[in-house]
């Protein structure tokens, strides 16, 4: 399984809190900057956080600074999004994608996305 594998979408109302997971493989995971995007009904993807597996550095969008944190766990090959402050613009389905392939962290050139959780956010 190359392709990373995302869980712990759900409803939630404004103001909760969700932790998305992201499984990856060993070889994905390898391929140093893993990150999280979203998709809302219309809208374009676009690019949530990213987090160096290798180093640790991490990137944000602004429209989430300060309420989400992008996390990694090496030994399991898992990277988490923790989102706080949830709000109904975040709804959307949330991807994770491995292996840049150019370009800026909020591209979305990756090689290896997974299919998505969705997450509800009502006000």
Do not use: H
Request: charged share 20%; hydrophobic share 30%; net charge positive.
């Amino acid at each position: 399984q190359v392709q990373p594998v995302e869980s712990g979408g759900g409803s939630v109302q404004a103001g909760g809190s969700l932790r998305l997971s992201c499984a990856a493989s060993g070889y994905t995971y390898r391929r140093n900057l893993m990150a999280w995007f979203r998709q809302a009904p219309g809208k374009e993807r676009e690019g949530v956080a990213a987090i160096y597996t290798g180093g640790g550095e991490t990137y944000y969008a602004d429209s989430v600074k300060g309420r989400f944190t992008i996390s990694k766990d090496n030994a399991k090959n898992m990277v988490y999004l923790q989102m706080n402050n949830l709000k109904p613009e975040d709804t959307a389905m949330y991807y994770c994608a491995a292996d840049k392939n150019g370009g800026q962290w909020y591209g979305v050139l990756y090689n290896y996305w997974g299919r998505g959780t969705q997450v509800t956010v009502s006000s």
